[in-house]
């Protein structure tokens, strides 16, 4: 074990943690928007994390470029995604939970 | 060359009312029947004995012409000629032009008879001119003539059967089948006695000889006198000739059938009498005569058959017998029908004759509608399990179509699993 | 045991698993995914024991195979998914009538 | 002139040509039905050309890709295969003539494509040696085939297609599953290879019985004939006739193939398996199909019935090998042509009157004599009267049966004639009478009615082609060199 | 070239391809389809004639086509074939000329005549076929061929009739094969030979060769319309006049009662069989066929169901004389194939012209018919005398033999048989000619149609005239060259008398 | 140890992920479940060493499967009047007339057998690896798995490619329902189009490249592009008329044309099917996996499609 290994150990745990959360949210928030909320926050941060954590053990700058641009994508497919659901979900009509 | 006008004139007389028969041939000619006979005649009166042998006909069959035959012959003629004249008077009948026909038919049957010398021949003449007779017998009759008639046909359609009988086996026995072979050939074989009793009883019903006389005496009753008169000279006459000629006279003694033959003869003789005395309008005059007379006949063959030797102190007679009992019979019916002439028959009121098909057929329908009602109850008991039967198969069928099996896809899944580890397991 | 058998076996169950899912479901979709199912097995067990070679490198054969396979199942899909809806928009239900037949 | 023609690599044209036609179809629906007619027919002429080859040259083989086995696929073609690809090539054309008058033009242009396809990938199959190249053949035809089943888009013939599909996919899978277990087993999937390697092992058994259960499924065996009756039943009448004529004899000819090359000399209990279920086939089939009421159901459960003749030749040929599948040969060649032809002529009926209840025929015979008489004809050699292929095939099965013995069999293959007299004459006992109503009537173009009849005429002259037709089949010696029983 | 070779086949193709023309025309070229008619029945007949005279002079005409690897398509002619040809080319020519006058004017008349041309084919191939299989082959063709005739009417009964014919003949049709390929397994041949080719057959194969007997005649007993088997030919009538008079008198019922002769005496041998002791219940078969028919007979009304039913009992005759197993009863039994033809031929033409010209069909409404069309009655008088046996007529020679054969092979139970059917043929003959010319006609025919003065039209009246004066002719000339008495007994020569 | 237990995990995962997918009483869940399947299935190729599998995998059998069965699942939903009984467990229930565990008895049977099948073969086998590896210097190719794809069994290929196009075929001549209501993508969507489809078809461009030589061929970088495709379509776009006649069917038929091209082109040359010279066989896989990119594409894409776009203009 390096450093450098203690610090993807890190943001892996980290990352996990955010995923873990996320989930958790997913399966306990009563409606659809809120648990879509969970879902992305936690997901982008929890994949950002996982994904610097790989960084660290990169090879090259091209792997490096590589899992930066997976998160990207996936930043923007989640948001997207989010925002498309949601969307669909209001036209269908399903109303916000009010405590 | 003489020899061959002599057999072709042979053929003519047997030929020619054949042709006549056929109606367009004759239709202007005028007394068909009298022109018919004209050549029989002729050979009568022309002397000499002559025969025609035409190889091609049947099994190859001969005609001749001798003294005995001649005799036959002659009477052939009278009764025909006599016949002919007597039908000539009701030419205004509408049904004139069939009779003739029936007429002519009969005619060539009966000469051919005459001249035939084996038995085909004699069978099949006399074939030609039993049914022919038949219809000439009760064309444009009533009821009555019509049951005469219906009689008349059974006894001959039996004696026919008999007969063929008879002659099979005399074929089976011997290849040639003229007259004297036959009577030599069937003595003391096997079936001898069969051939017998075969050709008496044919012979017995074509003539109707006693017991079988009731066809005989019912046409004499009932048909017109211008073809009664026929009724002597063919189908009895002809029946008597026919058992002089099949039956082995002279060669070996038959006690026992030629007693038989006797009894038959002398029961003849008494019928006869018997009935002529209790029953004799002058119509069935005739009738009971030729009973007796024919009883007469039967009762000599009998003791010929008996006596081998005394046959042939009398043999030569039987012929001229046989050809004056059909002249005189004709002659005799004639007479008394020209008696009774202005009398028109009393109409029968008998019920309406039904052919024997369907008389046949009510017997056995009235049999089988018995037989239903009795077994009514076990039919529908029978009936209702068996439908019950059928359903099942039925049943079978509609539980394989779709639900269960074929289009149950699960099942159907669930098959091919099953099949394939078979398969996997059949194959180690 | 190798991991190349187990996934063997996991093949073996999943091929079983979707064959049970075909015969116990009557809608048309889930018949469908348990066809996909069942090809998935099918690919597993082609793959996991492709690589018995001993070396680095499994065989690639069975590789190519599955990719064939991947594709041909994908086009069935797509048909079988087409079918379905037009048969539903005839008969109003996702299932297969029971019997067609007059 | 002879050694070009023993040149041109005609197998792989039968291949290509198809292909390239149908996509040509698909590029330029216009010339759609030209184009079919005419590689149809070049087809025809392609099957002629290898012929010639084989005779002169022996079997013929063809390393796809300079290869060879095991690395490569082979295509390899001997008495059995040419015989398959002649009848796809016959069949085949009857059915193009056929079909250029029988579809509207907007089923027109859908239907050239595919059924080029299918026939692509029907000879490809004949031709291909080697068992996962069979497995796509029978991917590609299974789907081009089920998408021509519901070509119509109504509610039967869709739900006859997706059963068919279905089917088609579970008996695939299965195959494969069959394969990938003798690939890992023996280490080749070329059947030649195979053939020398495969041993009695739990691979080879579980191999048989997924592959068996897979192409009997495909091949419509009872008792897995269900999708049988509904698919071929609603499908357009050319595609019918495919697929009862030539479809399910594909399938058939792979289990006959591997049987032969592969699994036969190991197959236990399963040749008496495959004649029991065959049996029943006969049976239930014909029985079904006496029961029907709808003349294209009836034919197509007569297909399921004489399926089951085809496997009656399993059990039988254990002794008397070249013998019994001869006859399983020809009965399979004359019921494509029949039953290609019944199908054609069922459809011309259908045309005319605009529905096919037996009982409302309403003197076809009169009104469509051609038609009448295809189906006649068809008929004859269904039953297996003479002189017709049917009656040949019959008669060598019952003539194996007999020689060994086996009276069931031998019930059976009389019985089955017996019904199959039953549903014919079914429908032509109605083809004479009046109906009690008066229907409408369409028009049949004079090709429809003639490739029907000119189908059934094949089957009828194929009574009198034994020799040839038994001699082709000798050559490279698919039987092997069993003895015939005298 | 050897044209012998090719005879066979060409008078096959005499009239199959006429017969295959017809039906490609259209239904108003009535000359043109009549000229194909005759011209095939006249070519048909000078070919038959040819041959008839060659083999009379020891020739040999074969056609042999491969049909499977080891067994052919052969088409021969023997005495016995040719005595069958002869009979089916000549009332072929007959009852053509019988079609063309009745359907005048009916429709599907194309379809009719091919289908007609193709049962004389059927029939001529039948006859020709020089060993089993190609029996076998033509034996089915007959039965296809015939069916559209049966239900060539269209009606429901007509289908009825028709489905119940072929339910019995496809039955027989597969009994049939199943024996013979049986026996093909056994022995590897299936020509047929004179004397049979069984004989070298072991003991332990004679059971089965038992079974393999019940099975060919189970199978052709079906046309033959043996007893438990004849229902389809009473219901058969409903086709029209000229198909009953061809399917009674020639074609179908011929082609298996033919088929039995020659499995009794070309395939199995007829001393073969009677060692089997097959031929013993043949016989009683036979028999009781004979007096069943007739007893069927007597209950008809309906004059062509009487004349279907006493189609059985006469059959019969031909096979008794098979199962006798005598030389003499053989020519009984084979003549008879002939002498009946043509007598039942006259007899059904008889009822086809009363029916056509004056709609009558029953027996009932008979009265008086022989005024109305004497010649026609004419006859059916000699048709009806003959199947009585009465003599000149052909009838009588068949009986004939039949009797003294049977005297001869020492089973008189026959006799017994022959006089019991002769009985009852004039029980169920005679009231119809009773009626038809003694009874008075009534005021109107159900259906008359007029022919001017004529009774009714030449193509109706000529053939039952003409073949009643052969049934006569071959009757009274029988002792002629040619006959068909004369080939009876050359066929019996060979079966019995040569090596 | 570990990777052992991982892949255990994952086999487990796996039947978990397959039984709660086929037996949700909820279709939507059933679809979402195959596809985590799926990506769970991509993941046990990686670890079998059959990455080009995984990608395919992952591209074709999660993602493009995926969208197909929900796209399915939405015009059902369209397709039936009424939503609300979709898949709704109490319709389950009633459908069910077989009882459950009677196929379950001969199910296990199969996995018992074929378990032990798969167990009694040898643990090493080479297959045909040792021939491939013999023969990849000539293939024109280094990847493994294209060279068998594109030579070894290219024949195999090209009638894969038949295969897809017999779909399509069959898809078109159904005229299946096209994608439903046609509402607004709305600009999240539309502008998530925009920006990733030059990427698709980069990493497309990418794959296919890579293919020669590494994990990536003409099928992945084809669903890659199809994936564009349905992207696309979902947001919105549609082919403009004039390219939806011939235009379209030529990229469609572009794959599966070029192959037999190239297959009689080969046989002409060489004498036998598909026999490229060493010399030309790497630009020949290249060209004939460019094409089938194309048509792979665009064939998913009109897969996903379903109804046939120039349907309407056909008949005039």
């Known amino acids: 074990m390096i450093p450098s290994d203690y610090l993807s150990v890190a943001l892996l745990i980290a990352g996990a943690i955010f995923f873990l959360a996320g989930t958790l949210g997913l399966l306990r928030f009563p409606d659809v928007y809120t648990r879509l909320h969970a879902l992305t926050k936690a997901d982008n941060v929890g994949l950002g994390l996982i994904v610097m954590g790989l960084v660290v053990q990169a090879e090259s700058w091209a792997a490096v470029g590589k899992l930066l641009l997976i998160w990207v994508l996936v930043l923007l497919a989640g948001a997207s995604v989010a925002h498309l659901v949601a969307r669909g979900a209001l036209q269908r009509g399903i109303r916000l939970w009010k405590r | 060359m003489n020899e061959d006008i002599h057999s072709i004139s042979l053929l003519i007389v047997m030929v020619w009312p054949l042709l006549l028969a056929i109606p367009a041939v004759r239709s202007r000619l005028p007394w068909p029947g009298h022109l018919a006979i004209m050549p029989a005649a002729v050979r009568v009166i022309l002397p000499g004995d002559s025969s025609f042998e035409l190889s091609w006909l049947f099994f190859g069959t001969e005609f001749a012409i001798d003294g005995e035959v001649r005799w036959i012959l002659a009477m052939t003629v009278a009764v025909w000629l006599l016949a002919a004249t007597a039908a000539k008077s009701s030419k205004s009948d509408p049904t004139y032009d069939r009779t003739t026909t029936f007429f002519l038919l009969t005619l060539a049957g009966n000469v051919g008879v005459v001249l035939a010398t084996d038995l085909v021949g004699f069978f099949s003449f006399s074939t030609l001119m039993g049914y022919s007779f038949y219809g000439l017998m009760i064309h444009g009759g009533n009821a009555e003539v019509q049951r005469a008639g219906r009689l008349y046909l059974i006894f001959l359609i039996v004696a026919d059967l008999v007969l063929f009988e008879a002659l099979l086996l005399a074929a089976s026995t011997t290849e040639d089948l003229r007259y004297k072979v036959v009577r030599q050939a069937m003595v003391g074989t096997s079936s001898t006695q069969f051939y017998l009793w075969m050709a008496l009883v044919g012979f017995v019903f074509k003539a109707g ?220 | 045991m190798s991991t190349v058998f187990l996934y063997a076996l996991v093949g073996v169950v999943l091929f079983s698993l979707g064959l049970y899912a075909l015969i116990v479901h009557a809608h048309l979709l889930r018949k469908i995914l348990a066809i996909n199912v069942m090809g998935s097995g099918v690919f597993l067990v082609l793959v996991a024991l492709a690589k018995r070679t001993g070396e680095d490198t499994p065989d690639p054969v069975p590789h190519a195979m599955v990719i064939t396979g991947i594709v041909v199942a994908v086009s069935a899909t797509a048909l079988a998914l087409t079918l379905m809806l037009k048969l539903t928009a005839e008969t109003g239900n996702a299932e297969l009538p029971e019997d067609s037949r007059e | 002139m002879g050694t070009v023609i023993t040149k041109i690599p005609w197998g792989v044209l039968l291949i290509l040509l198809p292909l390239m036609g149908g996509m040509a179809c698909f590029l330029w629906p216009r010339i759609a039905k030209i184009l079919g007619l005419v590689l149809t027919f070049v087809g025809v002429l392609s099957v002629v050309g290898l012929g010639w080859q084989i005779m002169s040259n022996g079997v013929y083989h063809h390393a796809v890709g300079g290869w060879g086995a095991p690395l490569g696929i082979n295509l390899y073609a001997d008495g059995l295969s040419l015989l398959m690809l002649a009848i796809t090539a016959l069949v085949g054309f009857g059915i193009s003539v056929y079909s250029s008058g029988y579809f509207e033009r907007q089923h027109s242009t859908r239907f050239w494509p595919l059924w080029l396809l299918v026939l692509a990938a029907l000879n490809a199959l004949f031709l291909s040696n080697d068992i996962f190249n069979l497995y796509v053949t029978l991917e590609v035809m299974g789907l081009a085939a089920v998408a021509l089943a519901a070509l119509t888009g109504s509610r039967d013939a869709l739900s006859g297609a997706m059963r068919y599909l279905l089917a088609n996919l579970l008996g695939s899978l299965s195959y494969l599953f069959g394969v990938a277990l003798l690939y890992h087993g023996f280490g080749s999937v070329d059947i030649t290879t195979l053939a020398v390697q495969v041993k009695g092992s739990p691979t080879t058994w579980a191999a048989l019985g997924l592959i068996g259960a897979g192409l009997v499924l495909k091949t419509a065996l009872f008792p897995l004939h269900f999708w049988l009756p509904p698919a071929h039943a609603s499908a357009p009448a050319p595609v019918s006739a495919l697929l009862s004529a030539l479809v399910v004899k594909a399938s058939f000819y792979i289990l006959l193939r591997l049987w032969l090359e592969i699994f036969g000399p190991l197959g236990g209990d399963v040749d008496t398996l495959f004649g029991v279920l065959g049996a029943v086939a006969v049976l239930w089939g014909s029985l079904q199909a006496l029961r029907q009421t709808r003349l294209k159901l009836l034919v197509a459960y007569s297909t399921v019935a004489q399926i089951g003749y085809l496997f009656l030749a399993f059990p039988l040929a254990m002794s008397a090998g070249v013998m019994a599948w001869n006859a399983a040969v020809y009965l399979a060649l004359s019921h494509a042509l029949a039953k290609a032809a019944m199908f054609l002529a069922t459809g011309n009926m259908l045309r005319f009157g605009g529905h096919d209840r037996i009982a409302d025929l309403d003197r076809v015979v009169q009104r469509l004599p051609l038609t009448a008489t295809a189906f006649a004809l068809a008929g004859v050699s269904i039953m297996g009267l003479p002189p017709s292929g049917g009656f040949i095939g019959k008669w060598l099965l019952l003539e194996v049966a007999l020689a060994q013995g086996q009276w069931g069999l031998v019930v059976i293959i009389v019985l089955g004639g017996l019904l199959a007299a039953g549903y014919v004459f079914k429908v032509l006992g109605q083809a004479f009478t009046q109906a009690a109503v008066m229907h409408e009537s369409r028009a049949v173009p004079a090709s429809m009615e003639w490739a029907a009849l000119l189908l059934a005429f094949g089957a009828i002259l194929l009574g009198f082609l034994a020799t040839p037709v038994l001699s082709l089949v000798g050559i490279g010696s698919p039987f092997g060199a069993h003895e015939v029983m005298p | ?230 229902g389809w030919l009473p219901q058969a009538m409903v086709a029209p006049a000229p198909v009953s008079a061809l399917l009674h008198a020639v074609a179908v019922v011929k082609a298996g009662v033919f088929g039995i002769v020659r499995v009794v005496y070309e395939v199995f041998g007829v001393s073969f069989a009677a060692e089997l002791g097959v031929t013993g219940p043949l016989a009683w078969l036979a028999a009781t066929t004979i007096i069943y028919g007739s007893l069927r007979a007597l209950f008809q009304d309906d004059l062509k169901r009487r004349l279907a039913f006493c189609t059985v009992s006469q059959l019969s005759y031909i096979v008794l004389g098979v199962a006798i197993a005598g030389p003499i009863a053989t020519i009984g039994g084979v003549v008879h194939l002939v002498h009946q033809g043509l007598m039942k031929i006259a007899l059904f033409f008889c009822a086809g012209n009363l029916a056509e010209t004056l709609g009558i069909h029953k027996v009932s409404e008979m009265n008086g018919v022989g005024r109305r069309m004497p010649w026609t009655m004419a006859a059916f008088t000699i048709g009806a005398f003959g199947m009585m046996g009465a003599p000149p007529i052909a009838g009588f020679i068949s009986k004939w033999y039949l009797g003294l054969g049977a005297l001869e092979a020492g089973q008189e139970w026959v006799i017994l048989v022959l006089a019991g059917s002769s009985l009852l043929n004039a029980a169920y003959f005679l009231p119809i000619l009773h009626r038809a010319w003694f009874q008075e006609p009534p005021e109107t025919w159900p259906e008359e149609r007029k022919f001017g003065r004529k009774e009714t039209a030449w193509a109706l009246l000529l053939p039952p005239v003409i073949t009643a004066l052969m049934a006569l002719g071959a009757g009274m000339l029988a002792s002629a060259p040619f006959s068909p008495l004369g080939w009876a007994q050359l066929i019996a020569q060979r079966e019995f008398y040569q090596p | 140890m570990l990777q052992w237990a991982l892949d255990a995990l994952l086999g487990l995962g796996l039947l978990w992920l397959a039984w709660c997918a086929l037996m949700s009483p909820n279709l939507l869940k059933a679809i979402v479940l195959f596809v985590a399947f799926g990506l769970l299935m991509a993941l046990a190729w990686v670890r079998l060493d059959a990455p080009d599998i995984a990608l395919a995998e992952a591209a074709i059998g999660a993602g493009l499967t995926g969208a197909l069965l929900l796209a399915a699942l939405a015009r059902l939903r369209f397709a039936y009047a009424d939503e609300e009984t979709v898949g709704s467990p109490a319709q389950e229930e009633a459908k069910v007339r077989f009882p459950q565990w009677l196929p379950a008895v001969p199910l296990l049977l199969v996995v018992a057998g074929l378990g032990y099948v798969v167990l009694s073969l040898p643990p090493y086998a080479t297959g045909l690896s040792t021939e491939v590896t013999a023969n990849l210097e000539s293939s024109g190719v280094s990847n493994p798995v294209t060279a068998v794809l594109l030579n070894f069994r290219g024949y195999d290929t090209l009638l894969e490619l038949v295969v897809l196009l017999v779909a399509l075929l069959g898809v078109w001549s159904l005229d299946g329902l096209a994608l439903g209501r046609e509402t607004a993508p709305g600009p999240v969507l539309d502008t998530l189009s925009r920006f990733l489809t030059p990427v698709f078809i980069l990493v497309a461009a990418y794959l296919l490249w890579v293919g020669a030589h590494a994990p990536g061929g003409a099928f992945q970088a084809g669903s890659v592009l199809g994936a564009a495709g349905v992207l696309l379509l979902l947001a919105g776009w549609r082919f403009r008329a004039g390219l939806t006649e011939l235009p379209l069917r030529l990229v469609l038929v572009a794959g599966p044309g070029a192959f037999v091209i190239v297959a009689l082109v080969t046989m002409l040359m060489e004498g036998q099917l598909l026999e490229y010279s060493p010399e030309q066989a790497s630009i020949l896989i290249l060209f004939l996996e460019t094409t089938a990119t194309f048509s792979i594409g665009a064939t998913l894409a009109a897969l996903f499609f379903g109804g046939r776009p120039q349907d309407d203009k056909e008949h005039t």
């Open chain 5, 1 to 230: 070239m050897n044209w012998n070779a090719w005879i066979p086949l060409l008078v096959v193709a005499s009239s199959l391809l006429p017969g295959l023309v017809i039906f490609s025309l259209a239904e108003e070229r009535v000359r043109l389809r009549s000229t194909l008619n005759l011209a095939g029945a006249l070519v048909k007949l000078a070919l038959v004639g040819w041959m008839l005279w060659g083999v009379y002079h020891g020739r040999h005409y074969e056609t042999r086509l491969a049909l499977l690897p080891d067994l052919e398509l052969v088409l021969r002619a023997g005495p016995l074939s040719l005595l069958f040809v002869t009979l089916s080319s000549v009332l072929w020519l007959v009852t053509t000329v019988y079609a063309i006058g009745y359907l005048e004017g009916s429709p599907h008349r194309s379809r009719f005549f091919g289908f007609f041309s193709l049962c004389v084919s059927a029939t001529v191939g039948v006859a020709l076929s020089g060993n089993l299989i190609s029996f076998l082959l033509f034996y089915e063709l007959l039965t296809l061929s015939t069916y559209p005739l049966i239900v060539h009417r269209g009606t429901e009964v007509a289908r009825r009739a028709g489905h119940s014919y072929l339910v019995y003949t496809i039955f027989g049709g597969a009994l049939l094969l199943l024996g013979t390929v049986w026996l093909y397994t056994l022995t590897g041949t299936l020509e047929f030979t004179p004397q049979g080719f069984l004989n070298s057959l072991g003991e332990e194969h004679h059971p089965a060769l038992i079974v393999i007997f019940a099975l060919m005649i189970a199978g052709l007993g079906v046309k033959a319309a043996l007893v438990p088997l004849h």
């Open chain 2, 209 to 428: 000889i006693w017991p079988a006389q009731l066809w005989l005496s019912s046409a004499f009753k009932s048909v017109p006198f211008s073809r009664a008169l026929l009724l002597g000279g063919v189908p009895v006459s002809m029946g008597l000739l026919g058992m002089v000629r099949w039956l082995p006279f002279g060669e070996h003694a038959f006690y026992v059938f030629g007693m038989v033959i006797q009894m038959i003869g002398v029961a003849s003789i008494l019928y006869g009498a018997l009935r002529f005395f209790t029953n004799a309008t002058m119509k069935m005059l005739p009738a009971w005569s030729i009973i007796t007379v024919t009883g007469f006949f039967m009762a000599t063959l009998g003791t010929g058959l008996v006596y081998p030797a005394l046959w042939s102190q009398y043999e030569y007679l039987t012929h001229p017998f046989i050809a004056s009992l059909g002249i005189f019979l004709a002659a005799l019916t004639f007479t008394i029908g020209r008696l009774q002439d202005t009398r028109p028959h009393p109409a029968f009121a008998s019920r309406k004759v039904e052919d024997l098909s369907l008389w046949v057929g009510k017997w056995i329908g009235a049999i089988r509608r018995s037989s239903k009602d009795r077994l009514f109850g076990l039919q529908s008991l029978w009936r209702g399990s068996w439908l019950k039967v059928k359903e099942q198969p039925q049943r079978i069928l509609d539980w394989g179509k779709p639900a269960v099996l074929v289009g149950g896809w699960s099942a159907a899944i669930t098959m091919f699993v099953l099949l394939g580890l078979m398969l996997a397991w059949l194959a180690r």
